[in-house]
C-alpha cells in the first residue's frame, strides 16, 4: 500500500509543468488499452519528444511546457485524466522534490 504524504497538496501544477509522456511505463499504456482511453494514447503515441538539456521539444518544434492533461479552473489547477494518470504521477509525493513549492531540502 501506497504512502500518503505528510504534506497537502496546494494543486499548483508546477510539479505538472513536465511532459508526462517521458515518463510512462508499459503498465500504464496497458492500463490505457484496457481502458479505450484513445485520448491518451493518441497523444502518446502521436508525440515524439526530445531532450534538450532542461527543454522538451515535439517531433516538430513545439516546445513542452506543461502536461497535456493540465488544467487550470480558475483557483486551482487539476488532472483531467486523475483516476488514470501514469504511474510517475501516481508516486509523486507532494514536497517530495525541489520541483515542488512546499519541498523544505535536506539537512
Given at each position: ?44 503515441r502521436?508525440?515524439?519528444?526530445q ?57
Amino acid at each position: 500500500m501506497k504512502e500518503e504524504s505528510p504534506i497537502r497538496c496546494r494543486q499548483c501544477g508546477v510539479c505538472c509543468h513536465v511532459d508526462m509522456i517521458a515518463y510512462i511505463t508499459e503498465n500504464d499504456m496497458r492500463r490505457w488499452e484496457k481502458e479505450q482511453r484513445l485520448d491518451i494514447i493518441s497523444h502518446v503515441r502521436g508525440t515524439e519528444i526530445q531532450w534538450f538539456g532542461d527543454i522538451i521539444l515535439t517531433g516538430n518544434g513545439i516546445h513542452i511546457q506543461s502536461c497535456t492533461f493540465l488544467n487550470y479552473d480558475g483557483n486551482v489547477f487539476f488532472c483531467d485524466i486523475y483516476e488514470t494518470r501514469p504511474q510517475v504521477c501516481r508516486d509523486y509525493m507532494p514536497g517530495s522534490s525541489a520541483l515542488c513549492p512546499l519541498y523544505k531540502g535536506h539537512g
